[in-house]
């Protein structure tokens, strides 16, 4: 059963064996997966419900309700990083590119040898992820779909001899709207309000949105449940109180604010770590303008990707959005802009993220809210610069008139002379438009809990019975899209409360 705040009249007192806070890409496993077992869950979703018929191609709507301050989260720093947090049920797995990878092997081989984690060698872990991809309907994207934004894209590295190849989605029946990131119209991209939370409330388990958790319970040492707000739709306001009493706190609440609720609390932050370690994948996009008509709209707009440069600590992945939100990051203001807009039918796009070894922070800011920093480091800024001029050389390739690689002194390139330029300049971080998707790390899990905030099953090393299943517990960055292994490694901790806390 799913409430929304609007449902309740009167202050809620509830019980169960389980609560959880966030129905992002973590909770909604747990949820699952314990409520199938015959367990009792309760889980707690700060935003709205939503459901397929909401989403339309607006996207000031779409910011507005279903991503948390319209969308504007930022990391301050130079650059300053902004990065689109989803607020709704489902999460950012309802506003996100649906992008399904699984953690490398040899992120999880760095974390056996580096932090001494046990159990989650790559063979150990694939019956997660296998187990995930079948519920979440994770499929590469068919040439029906790609769009001529990804054939360029391929074309060019094809051309240059670029390993590269479709992505693989969450997704059934796509019909390649381009509207993924203001929610799916279609039901084709599988977010956690198609699968596991509707698979969750069948097993059992009570869904509550408009819910915000301010308080985490804590007796003799133990989490005991959580307090917090019944939210008035329209205001975000607290219009009531509820509260939850469980044997178990499951915290998934993404690695902004479930370290930003630790730290309103005061628990779990013996080892000073609750909020560092922030890393964010920072990403950028590359424009181009092509003879050919693109048409970039139609199609996945997150179809393709080029692996080549990994070891390089860049990887680059498809991107396409509509044309208010294109418009702001061309180059040239005014008429010039204009000009640009409307050969917009021909423009190509993509993106790349860096792996960042950069470390921001989340501190608790004023009236409750978070203050996060994050100061790159030159290391990423190269990395940046690196994945900028790989993309404007497989542009090229493709055919390429202009490429527009978002560099303020370098606001158009004409010839791959100009890359190489690129490389061989001294460029700073403020030089660069940065965004990023990924925040992760804040509450790492280790096998030492002087520097680490989880175990290795993301339960607190300090508050028996309360656990982080989402990004947070990383211990550093992934090199690619991060939701398909928060779902596996909530899944083998739902397991593990199984087997250790629950069962019998």
């Known amino acids: ?72 989260t930022m990391a301050l720093g130079r650059p300053a990083v902004p990065f689109p947090l989803g607020r709704c049920l489902g999460g950012t797995t309802t506003v996100n590119s649906g992008t399904c990878f699984r953690t490398p092997d040899k992120i999880l081989r760095k974390w056996r040898r580096e932090f001494g984690l046990e159990g989650i060698e790559p063979e150990k872990m694939r019956p997660y992820f296998e187990r995930v991809e079948k519920i979440i309907d994770a499929n590469p994207v068919t040439p029906e779909i790609m769009g001529r934004n990804g054939e360029i894209v391929l074309r060019g590295a094809k051309q240059l001899g670029y390993s590269s190849g479709p992505l693989t989605r969450n997704m059934r029946g796509c019909r390649g709207c381009g509207v993924c990131t203001l929610g799916c119209p279609s039901g084709g991209k599988r977010a956690t309000f198609l699968n596991y939370i ?36 329209d205001s975000g306001k607290p219009r009531l109180k509820f509260s939850v009493s469980a044997k178990l ?22 080892s000073g770590q609750v909020g560092r370690n922030l ?80 470390r921001g922070r989340v501190r608790l800011g004023l009236r409750g809210r ?74 790492r899990m280790g096998t030492d809990r002087r520097d680490s905030v989880v175990d290795p099953y993301g339960e607190s090393w300090e508050i028996k019975n309360l656990f982080v299943c989402d990004a947070s517990i990383f211990p550093s960055c992934l090199g690619v899209n991060p939701m398909e292994s928060i779902m596996a490694f909530a899944n083998r901790s739902a397991d593990y409360m199984q087997e250790m806390k629950l069962k019998g």
């Open 279 to 358: 890393r964010l994948h920072p990403g950028i996009r590359v424009c181009a303008l092509m003879d050919e008509v693109v048409d970039g709209w139609r199609g996945v707009p997150q179809a393709v990707f080029v692996d080549e440069f990994a070891d390089e600590g860049v990887m680059l992945e498809g991107v396409f959005v509509g044309p208010v939100l294109t418009g702001p990051v061309l180059p040239y203001f005014g008429e010039k802009n204009k000009e640009l807009m409307f050969k917009y039918k021909n423009l190509a796009a993509h993106g790349a993220m860096i792996f960042d070894e950069t």
């Open 1 to 72: 059963m799913i409430y929304e705040g609007k449902d309740f009249s009167a202050d809620v007192q509830e019980s169960a064996e389980v609560v959880v806070i966030g129905s992002g890409a973590g909770g909604p496993v747990v949820a699952k997966e314990l409520a199938e077992q015959g367990h009792s869950v309760v889980m707690l979703e700060e935003g709205p419900k939503v459901e397929t018929k909401d989403f339309t191609p607006d996207p000031f709507r779409a910011f507005r309700r279903f991503y948390r301050d319209g969308g504007t």
């Open 370 to 443: 978070p203050l996060i920093t994050y100061q790159m480091i030159p290391e990423d800024v190269k990395k940046g610069v690196k994945a900028i001029a790989y993309t404007a050389e497989i542009f090229f390739a493709a055919g390429a008139k202009k490429v527009y690689p978002t560099v303020s002194w370098m606001p158009e390139m004409t010839s791959p002379r100009q890359v190489r330029e690129l490389l061989s300049g001294r460029v700073k971080g403020a030089d660069l438009e940065f965004m990023a998707f990924h925040p992760m790390g804040t509450c």
């Open 249 to 270: 706190v499951v915290l998934a609440a993404g690695a902004i604010y479930s370290p930003l609720l630790l730290l309103k609390n005061k628990l779990a932050n013996g």
């Open 198 to 233: 509707p698979r969750a409330s069948h097993f059992g388990a009570k869904v509550y949105c408009d819910l915000r958790v301010s308080k985490l319970l804590v007796k003799n040492g133990a989490a005991v449940g959580v307090e917090g707000a019944i939210l008035d739709r």
